[in-house]
């Protein structure tokens, strides 16, 4: 249920700028040298406004994908590698957070101790996983595996219950396949196809990295690939991921063990530490159901196969060059057209950021992020909600009573700024100096703990689910918040020296993007309290439905690459997020302004600098084998399409740009998206 968007954070609101225009005259916030004047916005509006950064940021080798968003995430990351390097330079006493940072960060760098070791941190394991013999064996080691971080068959998780928002649940997922998404097993085009191939070639070339010979390595291969297909085979596709009512099961562990009875439940549970449940989700009962009958028609033999391979396939990135090389050569040059490696520094930070965030992000808020601007991003987000409201209230085709229960749910927000009000504590973690990889499974196994204690307790509403450090931002359903971290408070997002018409553009729409979440296709189910309910009256479900259908035909018609249409029903919700922020921001911008109007600018007047602003987010460079993987698995649409897909269904763009009908970018009223 959760979503996690690529989002939103900034600083400032017409009290902000007013009071900064006293101080300082405000620049226009845009960069001329962002445009490509040689093309006409009326043909190609994203090329006329990120063309100029497009040619001056071309991608390089460790990149599949890099946008103006991935600049700001380039520049957190060699601050987040000054702040770590700094504990990792000195000696700290054992079990502060100083050793732990410090300690994972110097053997994430030790190249010599992690060739000299190989394969060895996996050893034992592979041996005590090709030791068992019956599926009562693999059901007593497959919880292990998952606390270590491994996932196979399926995976399982507590969160808050979809029905009941304020108390968490143990819910499961369809899970087990490597390759993520179940399309790459299923689909037969000549791209998926050469993908697969090699995959193969990939499993095979893996086994033999870590001992096995040949023949060994093809025969293990043969069975991966069975077990993950029919994995794949019984997993619901991402369209049907996306509806929440479709997604629940609850029912009760006696229930659950007569759905799938190859499994002993209470067993199974009990070693995740998950002890005395009642209550569980099934998220998606065919892919459950399915995983009973390939634990007893598989042969042992393929399940030690497969295990294992959930195991090399997991610590590949933690162990040494030969291997991490050979990872990197499908999963970064083959599906993401990757060139080249990261540098290990790198790499290194993202382990500690993933492992330790919290604690890093205590150290970055409190060298970066300043403290005023957690109350001014507060004043923006009411100014953006008071906006909305007056939307709602506005719209021709909703009723009344749905509409009361729209400004209930939109004043009852949950708005998180910056960073959490309590930091997590790490005392509990173990890091050593034993392997790098070894130190993963204890902070897998951490997490986990962490999580499962979580079954049957009250929701904590006041925990974050990102790392104030994240140039991000997300919207929860279940928990109605919508939250900003520290680390998106920047250029592009947000300039504080630029004026009204650059920042209601950018982080302006952002924020809009994010409160749309709560009344997009998947948002608009859940209430105020985070409940699954139905709160609309059938006629306004109805005609919302009609208006999204337009958005998810637009973006269905679109060619992402040649012979490729885009998914609008996958990427609906984003969509409609776009479309609801760059609604809602311009018009609180030109309520900002309407005392005090701002002059055309560097040639711009004032709306055509808050929609270039706009396109300037989401300015990239993207290699022609990573649209094709996002195409399968991101529900976001590509950054051109954000632009052009998007700005074509907003009147203002038009009046702004001058756009006529017979210009390639002119889409008729009729046919235009009109929702929030």
Not at 77 to 86: N, V
Not at 459 to 483: G, L, R
Not at 592 to 612: H, I, N, V
């Amino acid at each position: 249920m959760k979503k996690i968007l690529l989002s939103t954070f900034a600083l400032m609101l017409m009290m902000t700028a007013g009071y900064a225009q006293k101080k300082t005259p405000l620049s226009p916030g845009i960069k001329l040298e962002n445009l490509d004047p040689s093309v006409s916005p009326h043909v190609d509006f994203y090329q006329y406004a990120c063309g100029g950064w497009m040619k001056n940021h071309p991608l390089t080798g460790e990149y599949s994908r890099f946008g103006s968003f991935d600049m700001l995430a380039e520049n957190n990351r060699k601050q987040l590698r000054g702040l770590i390097e700094g504990l990792a330079a000195k000696p700290a006493a054992k079990g502060t957070v100083a050793q732990k940072i410090g300690d994972i960060y110097s053997l994430a760098m030790d190249s010599t101790k992690l060739n000299a070791d190989g394969y060895k941190p996996i050893k034992n394991e592979l041996q005590r996983i090709a030791q068992i013999k019956t599926v009562a064996d693999i059901l007593k080691l497959a919880p292990e595996l998952v606390l270590s971080g491994l996932d196979p068959y399926f995976s399982i998780y507590v969160g808050a219950d979809p029905m009941n928002s304020s108390l968490n649940l143990v819910q499961t997922y369809q899970s087990g396949i490597s390759l993520g998404q179940r399309d790459y097993y299923l689909e037969n085009d000549a791209n998926t196809k050469d993908i697969r191939d090699k995959y193969k070639a990939h499993i095979v070339k893996m086994f033999e990295l870590v001992g096995f010979t040949s023949s060994d390595a093809q025969k293990n291969m043969e069975d991966v690939l069975r077990i993950e297909t029919r994995l794949a085979t019984a997993a619901y596709d991402k369209v049907k991921l996306r509806d929440p009512h479709a997604n629940y099961n609850k029912m009760t562990v006696a229930d659950l063990q007569k759905l799938v009875p190859e499994i002993d439940w209470a067993a199974y549970l009990n070693s995740l530490g998950l002890k005395n449940i009642k209550d569980i989700s099934v998220s998606q009962k065919e892919s459950l159901t399915e995983v009973g009958k390939v634990l007893t028609t598989e042969p042992i033999s393929a399940h030690i196969a497969y295990l294992q391979w959930k195991l090399i396939d997991d610590a590949a990135s933690y162990m040494s060059d030969n291997i991490y090389a050979q990872n990197f050569d499908f999963y970064g040059k083959t599906l993401s057209g990757k060139k080249e490696q990261s540098p290990r520094w790198k790499r290194a930070v993202s382990t500690v950021d993933g492992i330790l965030g919290e604690a890093v992000g205590q150290m970055y808020v409190k060298k970066y992020f300043p403290a005023a601007a957690k109350e001014r991003m507060l004043k923006l987000v009411h100014n953006l909600q008071v906006t909305l409201g007056e939307r709602i209230n506005a719209l021709p085709w909703m009723g009344d009573s749905t509409k009361v229960k729209a400004n209930e749910k939109l004043k009852a927000f949950y708005v998180k700024i910056g960073y959490p009000d309590k930091w997590r504590d790490y005392t509990a973690l173990d890091i050593n100096k034993d392997s790098y990889y070894a130190n993963i499974q204890r902070a897998n196994k951490f997490e986990h703990t962490y999580r499962f204690a979580k079954a049957d307790k009250p929701v904590d509403k006041t925990e974050w689910q990102m790392t104030p450090q994240t140039v991000n931002a997300y919207y929860d359903p279940s928990t109605n918040e919508i939250c900003f971290p520290a680390g998106i408070l920047q250029y592009p997002f947000f300039d504080m020296k630029a004026d009204d018409a650059f920042n209601y553009g950018a982080i302006g729409v952002v924020i809009g993007h994010e409160m749309t979440h709560g009344f997009d296709d998947q948002g608009r189910q859940f209430d105020k309290e985070g409940n699954l309910k139905d709160w609309w009256t059938a006629e306004d479900g109805k005609k919302f439905e009609l208006r999204a259908k337009v958005m998810s035909d637009f973006f269905d018609s679109i060619y992402v690459a040649p012979g490729v249409h885009g998914n609008g029903k996958f990427t609906l919700g984003e969509n409609i997020a776009d479309h609801g922020g760059l609604q809602i921001s311009y018009q609180a911008f030109k309520k900002a302004t309407a005392l005090s109007p701002l002059k055309k600018e560097k040639g711009f007047t004032p709306e055509q600098r808050f929609f270039l602003a706009y396109s300037n987010v989401w300015a990239g460079n993207v290699r022609p084998e990573e649209i094709l993987k996002r195409t399968k698995s991101d529900p976001h649409s590509l950054g051109k399409w954000r632009v052009n897909g998007a700005l074509p269904q907003i009147s203002a763009w038009y009046s702004a740009f001058g756009i006529k009908a017979g210009d390639p970018m002119f889409v008729p009223v009729e046919k235009r998206v009109s929702i929030w």
